[in-house]
């Protein structure tokens, strides 16, 4: 069991997963081309620990709550997205601003893909 004590609050089930997805992708601890496995794994060994601890409710909640708290996160990587864009018009060739674009995208992409999947699950 992993308990992180920044966020222990009251919150829904799945919340708190999507906050350590989002975050990790957001700080860059988790490379673009691994977010669909590290979503994969992170889900089903939160499933599995909720599981494990005696809890048998329906595993769609759970989905529901991870893909719209990591989908809710587009809010503050939006912004960042198009005031990246606006840097690139000043200093098109900079590596670090284009790379970091890149990424963003990447989030914003999973971050709509898990909105439509939350669409689509029925609670």
Not at 74 to 84: G, L
Not at 105 to 112: Q, R
Request: aromatic fraction near 12%; hydrophobic fraction near 45%.
């Amino acid at each position: 069991m992993l308990i992180d004590w920044q966020f222990m609050s009251i919150s829904g089930i799945g919340e708190d997963l999507g906050k350590l997805f989002g975050v990790n992708m957001s700080l860059g601890i988790i490379p673009p081309e691994q977010y669909l496995r590290f979503q994969t794994s992170l889900y089903n060994a939160y499933l599995e620990g909720l599981r494990d601890m005696g809890w048998q409710g329906d595993a769609g909640l759970v989905k529901y709550g991870f893909c719209l708290s990591t989908a809710l996160r587009s809010v503050w990587e939006v912004p960042q997205f198009f005031s990246i864009l606006a840097q690139l018009e000043d200093d098109p060739d900079n590596t670090q601003l284009k790379e970091r674009l890149n990424r963003l995208d990447c989030i914003i992409n999973v971050h709509k893909q898990m909105a439509m999947e939350a669409d689509f699950i029925s609670l």
